[in-house]
T-cell receptor
Framework: EAGVAQSPRYKIIEKRQSVAFWCNPI?????LYWYQQILGQGPKLLIQ????????DSQLPKDRFSAERLKGVDSTLKIQPAKLEDSAVYLC?????????????FGEGSRLTVL | AQRVTQPEKLLSVFKGAPVELKCNYS??????LFWYVQYSRQRLQLLLR??SRESIKGFTADLNKGETSFHLKKPFAQEEDSAMYYC?????????FGPGTRLSVLP
């Protein structure tokens, strides 16, 4: 089966600009996650979707970050305006099953550099 | 708050030596724990989960609730084991990852 697809792989922007990342999960996977991974740290959950509904967005900086999964398939994560500390790899993951029962399948990530 | 700690940022061992990557967690309920691995230029992928109690690529991990640990072990390290290893705690519908340990297996 095709894996989780993410784009773009790399993005360089200046602070205060905006950026959007796209993720297409594995077909049939109901749960989709966005993680932020800052250099030297483990992945940190930003938002979790179950189909097109938000399950957990408690760690999403909602003043600048937004995410949607309108049709319950692919998803977009947006940052506006970007800050220097947003430089990180943004990982998308999907799971067939809800919550703990499912293995997470990760995309290759989108590396953001904010200058 | 639920946390996962991995005390070693970098662990270097020689080929054929035993290896143990430490993971401790804080969670008052019944945890589910995983080990994920990221090889160079590859995506993060599942290595093993505690509920399956299986050995993958020679690695095993035992959940010790008394010590709140889930250490990853392999009796004889191979050069291809060099990678980043992340311990993950799952509670409810949340996955919490540790900071990771870079394992370097020297020839």
């Amino acid at each position: 089966e095709a894996g989780v697809a993410q784009s773009p792989r790399y993005k360089i922007i200046e602070k205060r600009q905006s950026v959007a990342f796209w993720c297409n999960p594995i077909s049939g996977h109901a749960t989709l996650y966005w993680y932020q991974q800052i250099l030297g740290q483990g992945p940190k959950l930003l938002i979790q979707f179950q189909n097109n509904g938000v399950v957990d967005d408690s760690q999403l900086p909602k003043d600048r970050f937004s995410a949607e999964r309108l049709k319950g398939v692919d998803s977009t994560l947006k940052i506006q305006p970007a800050k220097l500390e947003d430089s990180a790899v943004y990982l998308c993951a999907s799971s067939r099953l809800r919550g703990t029962a499912g293995e997470l399948f990760f995309g290759e990530g989108s590396r953001l550099t904010v200058l | 708050a639920q946390r996962v700690t991995q005390p070693e940022k970098l662990l270097s061992v020689f080929k054929g030596a035993p290896v143990e990557l430490k993971c401790n967690y804080s969670y008052s309920g019944s945890p589910e724990l995983f080990w994920y691995v990221q090889y160079s230029r590859q995506r993060l992928q599942l290595l093993l989960r505690h509920i399956s109690r299986e050995s993958i690529k020679g690695f095993t991990a035992d959940l010790n609730k008394g010590e709140t640990s889930f250490h990853l072990k392999k009796p004889f390290a191979q050069e291809e084991d060099s990678a980043m290893y992340y311990c993950a705690l799952v509670y409810g519908q949340n996955f919490v990852f540790g900071p990771g340990t870079r394992l370097s297996v020297l020839p």
